[in-house]
Nanobody, 124 residues
Framework: QVQLVESGGGLVQAGGSLRLSCAAS????????MGWFRQAPGQEREYVAG????????NYANSVKGRFTISRDDAKNTVYLQMISMKPEDTAVYYC?????????????????WGQGTQVTVSS
């Protein structure tokens, strides 16, 4: 089992940048594929980005491709989401997730563990 705690959210102006972090407990962090999801008010939670166990592969939703970068540091049990050129439509609660799947999955039910989320607000 793994516990996930997100940090780094906040208020940023359009065009600005933020870096989210997700710290994981446990000694088996490197065995999980990690991902980020987000949920805007009144909308369903949506997939944002994923990274495989080794960090050898990443995947992004079309809406963030070219602006967001996911990375991981297994020595620190942490996964990151670097966000640049942010837009008001990026406003949401961002969730970190972990899955035992070897592949990056975009459906919520494929992910086994979730953090509590961190609020990101982009002002226009």
């Amino acid at each position: 089992q793994v516990q996930l705690v997100e940090s780094g959210g906040g208020l940023v102006q359009a065009g600005g940048s933020l870096r989210l972090s997700c710290a994981a407990s446990g000694r088996t962090f490197s065995s999980y594929t990690m991902g980020w999801f987000r949920q805007a008010p009144g909308q369903e939670r949506e997939y944002v980005a994923g990274i495989t166990r080794s960090g050898g592969a990443t995947n992004y939703a079309n809406s963030v491709k070219g602006r967001f970068t996911i990375s991981r540091d297994d020595a620190k049990n942490t996964v990151y989401l670097q966000m640049i050129s942010m837009k008001p439509e990026d406003t949401a609660v961002y969730y970190c997730a972990a899955t035992t799947s070897f592949l990056i999955r975009t459906a919520q039910y494929e992910w086994n563990y979730w953090g509590q989320g961190t609020q990101v607000t982009v002002s226009s």
